[in-house]
Each structure stands twice: as C-alpha cells, then as structure tokens.
C-alpha cells in the first residue's frame, strides 16, 4: 500500500499569511493526487485534483504542485473561512490512501 | 444540484451486520463510480471501497475485505455497503462519494471523489 505523510500536522497562522502544506507518497504516484478540505461535522470538500487542477468553485487562493512523490498546498493569503483539516489522497493505485491531515487554526 | 444522502447508520453490537444505503440524485448515476469512505471519531480519513458504473468491478481496502460489500443498484440511483462482523474499531462515520466519470468505456475524471453526503454514523458498541 501506498503510505501518505503530510507536514506539518497543524499549523496555526495570521489571516493573509501564506501557507503551505506538504504531502508526501511513499512511491511515485504521477499527478495523482488531490487535496479536500474539511471543517468540524461536515464532509471533506475536493480542492485540487491531479496535483494542480483546481476544482471548480474553489477560490483562486488555494493552489497545488507537486509530482511523483512530492506535493504542496498552498493557500496564498489565508481567510477565516480556511480554518479546517485539510487531507490528501492519492489515486494512482489500490487501496487509495488519504494522508493524516493538517489542521489550519487562524491566530 | 448533486445530492447524496446517507442512511442506515445506528448502534449495532459486536459481531452484528449493517447495511448502508446513499440515495443520489441531480446526476446521471450509472455514469460515475461511486465510493465508500470513513472516519473513526477524531480521526483521520479512509477510503473503504469503490464501485464501477455498472458494478462489474469492486475494490476494498485490505483490512476490511471479506466483511464489506460494496453494491449498487443503477435503476434506483443507490449505492449501499453491506457490513458483516462488526468491530468496536469499525466505528465511524460513513461518507458515501462520487468519484469517476465515465460514460461507454471513455473516462472524464480519475478516482478522486468531487461530491459527498452529510454521512451515516455506525457505532458498534455492546
């Protein structure tokens, strides 16, 4: 199985700050991965799809990059409304696999 | 508008069966895979299983294989996972998933998952 990492854990910054969030594959899966974002009691909602597409509806400040192993999210100037868990996931093989999460506190 | 409504959830002893049911609606069904994912209490995310349009192919996570079944029924636009053996560690909340499109052997989207219900709470507790 493909082991997914993500750094750091948590993470607590000022609003318009930029952050980044790492994920790491324990193998090369492409630019198969996605990021989603999820806040307390509600549903994980996709962000980034292979690797740096953004999807749809999802404000411009949230980017991805990243290939083979190594991937960043990167919100550009954090909001209030950014305060969340966020997870990757790869799909390049069986069993899809998310990472631990890092959660983004507002200071 | 996309809509995927989890039921089924509840308290269940050890060792007892459940069967999860996601109603969808607002889109073409037997055009996407669908997708089981949960979410122990406090805890992280897990993909669970996924299932092809026409449900000819099946995928789970290794832990879980031999006790779930992934289903779907097309004419109905649901999708359900039956549960069997259940342990303490098996509660969690249950998110049902759209994941790949595809439509007469062309695929538009991989396997992540772009829509997801509100979630089923399963809790296996004697």
């Known amino acids: 199985d493909i082991q997914m990492t993500q750094s750091p854990s948590t993470l607590s910054a000022s609003v318009g700050d930029r952050v980044t969030i790492t994920c790491r594959a324990s193998?090369?899966?492409?630019?198969?991965l996605a990021w989603y974002q999820q806040k307390p009691g509600k549903a994980p909602n996709l962000l980034i799809y292979?690797?740096?597409s953004l999807q749809s509806g999802v404000p411009s400040r949230f980017s991805g990059s990243g290939s083979g192993t190594e991937f960043t999210l990167t919100i550009s100037s954090l909001q209030p409304d950014d305060s969340a868990t966020y997870y990757c996931?790869?799909?390049?093989?069986?069993?899809?696999?998310f990472g631990p999460g890092t959660k983004v506190d507002i200071k | 508008e996309v809509q995927l409504v989890e039921s089924g959830g509840g308290l269940v002893q050890p060792g007892g069966s459940l069967r999860l049911s996601c109603a969808a609606s607002?889109?073409?069904?037997?055009?996407?895979?669908m997708t089981w994912v949960r979410q122990a209490p406090g805890k992280g995310l897990e993909w669970v299983a996924n299932?092809?349009?026409?449900?000819?192919?099946?995928h789970y996570v290794g832990s879980l294989k031999g006790r779930l079944t992934i289903s779907r029924d097309n004419a109905k636009s649901s999708l359900y996972l039956e549960m069997n053996s259940l342990r303490v560690e098996d509660t969690a909340v249950y998110y049902c998933?759209?994941?790949?499109?595809?439509?007469?052997?062309?695929?538009?989207?991989?396997?992540?998952?772009?829509?997801w219900g509100q979630g089923t709470l399963v809790t296996v507790s004697s």
């Open positions: 193998q090369t899966i492409s630019s198969w």
């Open positions: 607002g889109f073409i069904f037997n055009n996407y895979w």
């Open positions: 996931q790869q799909y390049n093989s069986y069993p899809l696999t």
């Open positions: 998933a759209r994941s790949r499109h595809c439509i007469e052997g062309l695929c538009y989207t991989s396997y992540y998952s772009d829509y």
């Open positions: 299932i092809k349009q026409d449900g000819s192919e099946e």
């Open positions: 292979k690797a740096s």
